[in-house]
């Protein structure tokens, strides 16, 4: 049985930690110590942009874990937010940046990196302007509205000689590398018939439900990890899908997207799936079961307590701080010159996926995905 997810539980104890952390910042000693690089190894500036939920409760404490990467800079529209951070954190005021002055970073040798954690709906303008400032950039997924909002992203990254990484955390997490390492042995023969779900119960309407900062709901938000899981373990973007979308139980909430999707995705070899995800519902896990096997993921998506389970037996899930995780990788990226395992290039393929299963959910017709690549 599919196992509700605990993501809210466990994210209502973090922020509390964190609140009570940033209410009571009053000098820069009250940080906790930085985790030192590694031998020979320098560490490289992040600028978080966006100090929301994510930034606050999850990136900021995680780079105090990264050995590559250290909180550098910040850009924020509250003037006493940053006050905030920089007393905590013991950020110089020259490392901080509102919107408008965010350009400037250009000329800030101290911040290497531009993590964007802002709205979908800002992703393309923040990403744009930080390669146009000439430094790498994270962005958070799901990467943009659209695909030509994705291309323009990718464009500029290329324009400028500067990486990209999407904020995709479970990549650098042993419980979908095992999805990974699945496809590519094909462990568990083919075809794979698959079902996934993500989901939360939203308590109040916010920018996640609308059209002009979240282009869509859940299926932006929370569904995009659960066509990630499908492509890394079918090891392929699917060729077509259907989608339709449950009666509304909060019409008032979900006025401009959806409460609940369910979509369907069949893969070229023959591979296919059933999926869901909700603004109404805890839930989060994936299976895959082939000829010569099966595996379970439950909870799959969650930032910590992932488990898992094949027909072998139960999977070894290390806790690991996925940020953590992602954050070094990328700073490993830049440092040593090697591709992103996961580029603006997948952001931009998810994308194709989700314009295909809101058109089959507006059409009530089966939908081929586009393939182009830029
Ligand atoms: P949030 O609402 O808590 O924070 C958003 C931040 O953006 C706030 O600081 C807000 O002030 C700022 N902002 C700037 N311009 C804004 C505008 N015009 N309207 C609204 N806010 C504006 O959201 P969050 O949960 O921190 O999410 C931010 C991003 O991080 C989203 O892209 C989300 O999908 C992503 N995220 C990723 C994960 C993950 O596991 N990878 C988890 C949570 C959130």
Redesign the pocket.
């Known amino acids: 049985m599919p196992q509700p997810s605990t993501r809210r539980d466990f994210l209502a104890r973090l922020a509390a930690g964190s609140a009570a952390l940033l209410a009571g910042a009053t000098t820069a000693s009250c940080a906790p110590a930085e985790s030192p690089p590694p031998p020979g190894r320098r560490k490289l500036g992040i600028a978080l942009?966006?100090?929301?939920?994510?930034?606050?409760?999850?990136l900021a404490p995680a780079l105090r874990e990264t050995r590559l990467c250290r909180l550098a800079g910040i850009v924020?529209?509250?003037p006493a937010?940053a006050e905030r951070w920089m007393r905590l954190y013991g950020i110089p005021k020259a490392n901080v940046y509102d919107?408008a002055t965010m350009d400037r970073i250009a000329d800030n040798p101290d911040i290497d990196i531009i993590y964007?954690?802002?709205?979908?709906?800002?992703?393309a303008e923040h990403t744009i302007r930080a390669a146009k400032a000439g430094k790498h950039v994270i962005?958070?997924?799901?990467m943009a509205l659209n695909v030509a909002d994705c291309d323009a992203m990718i464009l500029a990254c290329r324009e400028a000689k500067v990486k990209l990484q999407i904020?995709?955390?479970?990549h650098y997490h042993a419980g979908h590398q095992e999805l990974t390492r699945i496809a590519r042995d094909r462990d568990l023969g083919l075809p794979l018939t698959m079902d996934g779900a993500n989901g939360f119960r939203a308590g109040s309407k916010?920018?996640?439900m609308t059209q002009k900062?979240a282009g869509g709901g859940p299926l932006?938000?929370m569904g995009v990890?659960v066509v990630q899981a499908a492509c890394c373990i079918a090891g392929a973007a699917p060729v077509a899908v259907t989608a339709k979308e449950d009666p509304k139980a909060r019409p008032e909430l979900f006025d401009e997207c959806e409460e609940t999707l369910r979509w369907t995705m069949e893969f070229a070899e023959g591979s296919s799936g059933t999926f869901m995800t909700s603004f109404n519902e805890g839930v989060g896990y994936f299976r895959a079961t082939g000829p010569q096997g099966d595996v379970e993921l439950s909870p799959a998506?969650s930032?910590r307590g992932v488990r898992g389970r094949t027909h072998r037996g139960a999977l070894t899930i290390p806790n690991i701080n996925?940020?953590a995780a992602q954050m070094d990788a990328f700073a490993a990226n830049i440092l040593d010159d090697t591709p992103v395992i996961v580029p603006g290039e997948m952001g931009r393929r998810d994308m194709q996926i989700i314009t295909a299963i809101y058109e089959a959910a507006r059409t009530g017709r089966r939908v081929e995905v586009s393939h182009t690549t830029i």
């Open positions: 942009v966006g100090l929301g939920h994510y930034s606050t409760d999850l924020s529209g509250s937010k919107y964007v954690v802002t709205p979908h709906g800002l992703h962005c958070e997924k799901p904020g995709y955390r479970l916010g920018w996640r900062l932006m938000d990890y998506y930032y996925q940020q």
